[in-house]
T-cell receptor, first 110, second 113 residues
Framework: DAKTTQPPSMDCAEGRAANLPCNHS???????VYWYRQIHSQGPQYIIH???NNETNEMASLIITEDRKSSTLILPHATLRDTAVYYC???????????FGSGTRLSIRP | DAGITQSPRHKVTETGTPVTLRCHQT?????MYWYRQDPGHGLRLIHY???????DKGEVSDGYSVSRSKTEDFLLTLESATSSQTSVYFC????????????FGNGTRLTVT
């Protein structure tokens, strides 16, 4: 599994785009990047994942650099309900351990 | 939401007693995981399973054992609970496809007094 590095905390104004970075410089060519978030004490929620191309779904967009050493999760119009801890995980094989880092605590200010 | 049920949702037990937490899935997913989360900390992997009767240790497996006798159930047992095992325990499942994401249950809050 590739090691990931995320800033411990960020904040964003409500209605603006929240851009959360993640470094995963040791990722292998066939390993995916995944993003999850955990709101308060709930179970973590899957957001999005990608391999090489940028991805978008109803929750967010994922931008992966061409060298795949970093990625950015974009919440296009942040709301107060997006306040959570966001975890980036890079690469795991089918039967491997899936280890979470410390994540980024995102605060949305009114 | 993925069909994952954790039971019990809350439990208070005394030091030295055995405790079993259950994770039940209705998705027929191959992989199942147990994590714990303590205040101010992230998720730490305890054990995981990659099939019936196939399990392996995670980051913090000491004091815990698991069993998976059928696809839908993954049990986590604390043989002799200690206060340091007071935590919130999350179960997660994942399908067999290479890029399948994790889906989590709602957690079990365990207090060991």
């Amino acid at each position: 599994d590739a090691k990931t590095t995320q800033p411990p905390s960020m904040d964003c104004a409500e209605g603006r785009a929240a851009n959360l970075p993640c470094n995963h410089s040791t990722i292998s060519g066939n390993e995916y990047v995944y993003w999850y978030r955990q709101i308060h004490s709930q179970g973590p929620q899957y957001i999005i994942h990608g391999l090489k191309n940028n991805e978008t779904n109803e929750m967010a967009s994922l931008i992966i650099t061409e060298d795949r050493k970093s990625s950015t999760l974009i919440l296009p119009h942040a709301t107060l309900r997006d306040t959570a801890v966001y975890y980036c995980i890079a690469g795991y094989s089918s039967a491997s351990k899936i280890i979470f880092g410390s994540g980024t605590r995102l605060s949305i200010r009114p | 939401d993925a069909g994952i049920t954790q039971s019990p949702r809350h439990k208070v037990t005394e030091t030295g007693t055995p405790v079993t937490l259950r994770c039940h899935q209705t998705e027929n997913h191959r992989y199942m995981y147990w994590y714990r989360q303590d205040p101010g900390h992230g998720l730490r992997l305890i054990h995981y399973s990659y099939g019936v009767k196939d399990t392996d240790k995670g980051e913090v497996s000491d004091g815990y054992s698991v069993s998976r006798s059928k696809t839908e159930d993954f049990l986590l047992t604390l043989e002799s609970a200690t206060s340091s095992q007071t935590s919130v325990y999350f179960c997660a499942i994942r399908d067999r496809a290479r890029d399948s994401p994790l889906h989590f249950g709602n957690g079990t809050r365990l207090t060991v007094t």
